[in-house]
């Protein structure tokens, strides 16, 4: 990625996720499909941890940072009813879903080429001595840094546990509730865009009072009220009371996840309103570290996402879906404890 400009970089993720999407519309064979959420998870990162930066060096770039950060609550709000309505008529071909996402793919790497083309040829090859040697050697020397850094895994632990909660709880919703609720796809189908639509609204209206209030402390309330919520979900078997639960636990929990909140303004730290863990992580590490260790917080935070809920898959083929809640349950307490885990900060005043 040193040798690949901003735009090239932004391009070949797209690509690489529109790859994933058309190597699953007729149905490969499950080994493949598993490769598949490989590719598109590798696309991910070379959008969201470039595109994150790039915004964040523009002025203004709290309102900017918490705006895309909502869109990305609102795509996966729309997905939900497409997939249904696909699901719902044509049940033995859902896979044709994933043609709704290369068109939406497509547009995104035509869009993302044409904005970025100033920057999609490959840097011009330095001499050995030349700039191309110092940026691989402060690239190493920053990731030698990053793994020593015992803060880096305190905030992955969180980050590891909150995406594992919300995945989980968005993806095995809908068997859920159709196994243990006895509901029926065209109803349950789009109750995980309650899910989404709270994160959504939770990104957009508490940003502000969660800066006013402080991110520890309301981080902490978050949890609190995800909790009862999910205890709520849970415990009242009502097909409405599940879809209200799970929107409101969407908007105490979409703010946690951090739009950056400190970045790189012209030499200068900038503390931006739009966060609540990265607000954190941004002033644990200093200035040089900060991009390496919040990569490697993103990765392991994505590792979060697919380990938990691949294993609550292994527990419910053999113990049921019911077993679903329990598991939500432990990985929101775990969620509390390791914010309780993160250092705190001393206020600086760059």
């Known amino acids: 990625m040193r040798y690949l400009g901003l735009g090239a970089i932004l391009t070949l993720g797209a690509f690489i996720q529109v790859v994933a999407h058309v190597l699953r519309c007729w149905t490969p064979p499950f080994a493949l499909y598993v490769v598949t959420f490989f590719l598109q998870a590798m696309g991910m990162a ?16 709290h309102r900017l940072l918490g705006f895309i950060h909502a869109m990305y609550a609102l795509g996966t709000l729309v997905s939900p009813f497409i997939a249904t309505a696909v699901a719902s008529k044509v049940p033995d071909r859902w896979p044709l ?7 939406i793919g497509s547009l995104n790497t ?42 880096v895994y305190l905030l992955s632990m969180f980050y590891f546990f909150m ?8 993806g095995w919703v809908v068997e859920y509730l159709i196994q243990a609720r006895n509901g029926h796809l065209p109803e349950v189908g789009y109750v995980p865009a309650a899910l989404w639509g ?10 502000e009072p969660t800066h006013r209030f402080g991110e520890r402390r309301m981080t902490m309330a978050y949890c609190v009220l995800i ?44 503390y931006t309103e739009a966060s609540q863990g990265m607000s954190i992580g941004s002033k644990l590490f200093s200035k040089e570290l900060q991009p390496t260790a919040l990569g490697f917080v993103f990765v392991l935070a994505q590792a ?22 329990p598991i939500l349950v432990g990985l929101i307490v775990a969620l509390g404890i390791s914010w309780v885990l993160v250092p705190r900060v001393k206020k600086r005043d760059e």
Request: net charge positive.
């Open 110 to 151: 035509l869009a993302v080429a044409l904005t970025f083309r100033d920057s999609l040829k490959p840097r011009p090859k330095a001499t050995e001595d030349g700039p191309a040697t110092s940026r691989s050697k402060t690239a190493n020397r920053d990731i030698i840094a990053a793994l020593k850094s015992p803060p």
């Open 97 to 103: 879903f994933y043609i709704y996402l290369v068109g």
């Open 163 to 170: 995406l594992g909660t919300g995945i989980t709880a968005g």
């Open 46 to 61: 070379y959008n969201e941890s470039h595109a994150n930066t790039f915004v964040a060096s523009i002025d203004g770039a």
């Open 227 to 270: 909790l009862v919520l999910q205890l709520v979900f849970w415990l009242v078997p009502n097909l409405i009371s599940s879809a209200v639960s799970l929107c409101l636990l969407g908007v105490f929990y979409g703010p946690m996840f951090a739009t950056v909140s400190a970045v790189l303004h012209h030499g200068e730290v900038v």
């Open 198 to 207: 709270g994160i959504f609204v939770g990104r957009v209206l508490l940003a």
């Open 304 to 325: 979060g996402g697919a380990f938990f809920p691949a294993v609550t898959g292994i527990i419910a083929s053999r113990a049921g879906v019911k077993i679903m809640q």
